[in-house]
């Protein structure tokens, strides 16, 4: 079974500076898709990023890069010039391709507050 | 921009009752999902859908829980018999095919307390 842990349950960032969110997880999958959704508070979850398993390349969105390493199971997210707006619960998710069904596995987590 | 939408956003409901939580996915799109997401805990899939039938489920998806779409635009959670655990937040998605490259689509949500 996929586990998803996100590590840091709160965390906080001046506006303006750069903010790194953890997340690992255990599969013993070979090609998977991982996400990052954002949950503002009262709203519904919006994808903020996502990386295939099998490209190389850290995928990025604006001011969301992150940080993918395969062998160490890892996938963090980095968010620059970091805005009010970025306050959120941001969501970790593993899913592994399967026909006629991409149920997603997701972290606990981390609460993110932007400090004016 | 299309949105998935959930009703009600809050339900109360006495232990041992029946409820039914509501969702209207985006228009277009075949794929459906219910997951939970117990206060202070992990969001955890419960069930998907396609086709008019339940794809896959997991293991907190017991004989308590159902799931139907009556018609064209609902998909709604049916809890026969609510028990005080089954407290959470519980968030439908949708998705518009069966390709691992589409978006999964989440609603807001509808906050679910069993006293």
């Known amino acids: 079974a996929q586990t998803v842990t996100q590590s840091q349950p709160e965390m906080s960032v001046q506006e303006a500076e750069t903010v790194t969110l953890s997340c690992t997880y255990d599969t013993s999958e070979n090609n998977y898709y991982l996400f990052w959704y954002k949950q503002p508070p009262s709203r519904q979850m919006i994808l903020v990023i996502r990386?295939?398993?099998?490209?190389?390349q850290n995928a990025t969105e604006n001011r969301f890069s992150v940080n993918f390493q395969k062998a160490a199971k890892s996938f963090s997210l980095k968010i620059s010039d970091s805005q009010l707006g970025d306050t959120a619960m941001y969501f970790c998710?593993?899913?592994?391709?399967?026909?006629?069904?991409?149920?997603?596995?997701f972290g606990a987590g981390t609460r993110l507050t932007v400090k004016p | 921009e299309p949105e998935v939408t959930q009703t009600p956003s809050h339900q109360v409901t006495q232990m041992g009752q029946e409820v039914i939580l509501r969702c209207v996915p985006i228009s277009n799109h075949l794929y459906f999902y219910w997951y939970r997401q117990i206060l202070g805990q992990k969001v955890e899939f419960l069930v998907s859908?396609?086709?008019?039938?339940?794809?896959?489920k997991s293991e907190i998806f017991d004989d308590q829980f159902s799931v139907e779409r009556p018609d064209g635009s609902n998909f709604t959670l049916k809890i026969r018999s609510t028990k005080l655990e089954d407290s959470a937040m519980y968030f439908c998605a949708s998705k518009a095919s069966a390709a691992s490259t589409d978006t999964q689509y989440f609603g807001p949500g509808t906050r679910l307390t069993v006293l």
């Open positions: 859908f396609y086709n008019n039938e339940i794809s896959e």
């Open positions: 990386q295939e398993a099998y490209k190389q």
């Open positions: 998710a593993f899913m592994k391709p399967q026909y006629n069904n991409n149920d997603m596995r």
